[in-house]
């Protein structure tokens, strides 16, 4: 069996969005001594996001911090505040960084944010293993970094990003290629692909988006004309390999984490009307719009580097991930925007 790494303390940056959030819970499932930290400047999440946490504490002094067994710890604090992050990182096992700019079309309006987000951001926080001697770097990447290849898109494929967010991803997996080959910091870099499940609530990728308006009785609009693919891996499999990425006695490495299925989006648009149907949302229009700039047109991901040295497999068929989303979001209360 594959060495594994003894991990107590978890400095999760971006904790309080979609995936920090599950994947806190995650955490706590395995083992809820573990002491975790969360930076995020609740630009897109909340802090009531991590109020699912009977242990939850806000802390307001940088200065003033100490690890504790069972505690969730939220920093309200900038990734881009360097000396902050020094102190805040201090004394952490691993840090899993989720942080970022996330959207295609946010980066191509405006790439200076994006740059400073993902790019100096990734690096601070690369900068806080370097000097605090952290373990492990695990690293939120994207299928974008590959960017425009001929699928099935793999961590050898020679990469050609069509915005500036699959860049600045990029950018992100060469600085975790340097500060393990130049100073042994113990970095990997997971290249998600379409993450949907439930917890999605304020994402505007195709299956959050369309849920939500199909729901609030609004039009759903496809770009171009749907014959786009897309590659879509449900929350549990990616929090699973997020995980196993962390434990493993592993260094300098990139993993496609996907499902290895191309859908089109108007077959995942079928697969959303047809379930949505079938819960009583009748008269749901589908319209065409035109093609978005920066978007790969074929896209789906060879996940067995990943299989052969994390042991990471996909469980999730999309009819039933499908069918789990679709029902969580009924599950809401509250008209969902
Ligand atoms: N959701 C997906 O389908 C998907 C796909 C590929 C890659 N990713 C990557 O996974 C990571 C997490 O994505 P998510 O869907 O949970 O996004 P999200 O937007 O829900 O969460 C990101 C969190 O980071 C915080 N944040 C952003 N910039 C920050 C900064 N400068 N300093 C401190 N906090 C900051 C936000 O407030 C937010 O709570 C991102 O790096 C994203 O690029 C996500």
Redesign the pocket.
């Known amino acids: 069996m594959d060495k594994e790494i003894k991990l107590n303390n978890w400095l999760i940056?971006?904790?309080?969005?979609?995936?920090?959030k599950i994947f806190i819970k995650h955490l706590k499932s395995i083992n809820p001594n573990f002491s975790i930290r969360v930076?995020?400047?609740?630009?897109?999440?909340t802090r009531e996001?991590l109020s699912f946490s009977g242990d939850f504490e806000e802390v307001s002094d940088a200065n003033n911090l100490k690890w504790e067994s069972g505690i969730t710890q939220l920093i309200v604090?900038?990734?881009?505040e360097y000396n902050k992050l020094l102190k805040i990182t201090s004394g952490a096992d691993v840090i899993i960084?989720?942080?970022?700019?996330?959207g295609v079309l946010p980066s191509v309006e405006d790439p200076k944010m994006d740059f400073e987000?993902?790019v100096i951001?990734t690096f601070n926080l690369l900068e806080t293993c370097r000097i605090n001697k952290i373990k492990k770097f695990v690293m939120?990447?994207?299928?974008?970094a590959a960017g425009e290849v001929t699928p099935p898109i793999h961590e050898e494929v020679c990469a050609h990003p069509t915005s500036p967010?699959g860049a600045s991803?990029l950018v992100g997996e060469s600085y975790c290629s340097a500060y393990y080959n130049s100073y042994g910091v113990n970095t990997v870099a997971l290249r998600?692909?379409?993450?949907?499940g439930p917890g999605?609530t304020?994402?505007n990728?195709i299956v959050a988006k369309f849920t939500k308006r199909a729901i609030n009785g609004e039009v759903l609009e496809i770009y171009g004309d749907g014959s786009q693919t897309r590659d879509f891996v449900y929350t549990e499999d990616l929090l699973n390999a997020i995980y196993l990425s962390a434990i493993k006695d592993i260094g300098g490495e990139v993993f496609q984490i996907a499902s290895n299925n191309e859908t089109t989006v108007l077959e995942i648009t079928d697969l959303l009307v047809k379930t949505l149907k079938s819960k009583g949302i009748e008269n749901i229009e589908v319209i065409h719009g035109s093609k978005n700039v920066g978007e790969v047109y074929r896209n789906y991901a060879d996940t067995s580097k990943a299989q052969k040295i994390l042991g990471w497999n996909v469980k999730m068929n999309l009819e039933q991930g499908i069918e789990n989303t679709v029902e969580w979001f009924f599950s809401l209360d509250s008209k969902i925007v």
Do not use: P, R
């Open positions: 940056t971006g904790g309080c969005g979609f995936i920090g930076i995020d400047n609740l630009k897109v999440g996001e604090e900038d990734i881009l960084h989720l942080a970022a700019n996330t987000n993902n951001g939120a990447s994207s299928g974008a967010y991803k998600f692909s379409n993450v949907y999605s304020h994402k990728s």
